[in-house]
Nanobody, 122 residues
Framework: QVMLVESGGGSVQSGGSLRISCVASGRTFSDYAVAWFRQAPGKGREFVSVISWNSGYIYHSNSVKGRFAISRDNAKNTVWLQMNSLNSEDTAVYYC???????????????WGQGTQVTVTS
């Protein structure tokens, strides 16, 4: 069992930056790939970014490529999502998820956090 807790969300002006965190407890965190997904009001869950267990593979969706960065520190059981040049379309609840392989399909991720709200204001 892996428990994930997101933090760091909040309100930020358009063009600003925010870093959100995902802290894990339970089973060995370094065994898992970790992805970020987001869900905006009235929309489905959308893949954002993923990082493999050893940081050797990183992939971002086209909508955030060049603006967001994902990183992890297995010694701290933590994954971060650095978000820059934020705009209103980035407003959503952001979830981290852990799974066996690094991919973009939410159904393959076994463990999920409760989410953290990110709101971008103009």
């Amino acid at each position: 069992q892996v428990m994930l807790v997101e933090s760091g969300g909040g309100s930020v002006q358009s063009g600003g930056s925010l870093r959100i965190s995902c802290v894990a407890s339970g089973r060995t965190f370094s065994d898992y790939a970790v992805a970020w997904f987001r869900q905006a009001p009235g929309k489905g869950r959308e893949f954002v970014s993923v990082i493999s267990w050893n940081s050797g593979y990183i992939y971002h969706s086209n909508s955030v490529k060049g603006r967001f960065a994902i990183s992890r520190d297995n010694a701290k059981n933590t994954v971060w999502l650095q978000m820059n040049s934020l705009n209103s379309e980035d407003t959503a609840v952001y979830y981290c998820a852990a799974g066996g392989t690094a991919n973009t399909d939410s159904v393959t991720y076994r463990y999920w956090g409760q989410g953290t709200q990110v709101t971008v204001t103009s």
